[in-house]
């Protein structure tokens, strides 16, 4: 399992954009491929901004390139996206998972 990492800021009015791109554009990409597992968004007020880190689970990094196509390493944000935010990572970490525990 690949865990796909990636934070972003926005102003505090322009969250709620934020919130509705996510739910309305990548969220049903992912949903679209075979190898996602899930996805889990955290979000804190930080100053006067909202920081999100988005948590994606995928099967493999094959999975996660038909998301983002050849560079995986980069973020994937569409221009409306990338207005209704303050501050993003251009670049996106990935982890394999080596242990995940629920109760």
Known sequence: MIVRVWTGDALEENAEEYRRQFA?????????????????????????????????RWDSMDAIHEYTGERADHAVLEKETREALARYDEKVKHYVLVLEENR
Do not use: M
Not at 45 to 54: A, D, M, P, R, S
């Open 24 to 56: 309305e554009v990548y969220l049903r990409r992912f949903k679209a491929i075979k190898g996602f597992h899930g996805v889990q968004v955290l979000e804190r007020v930080h100053h006067n901004h909202i920081e999100f880190v988005i948590i994606s």
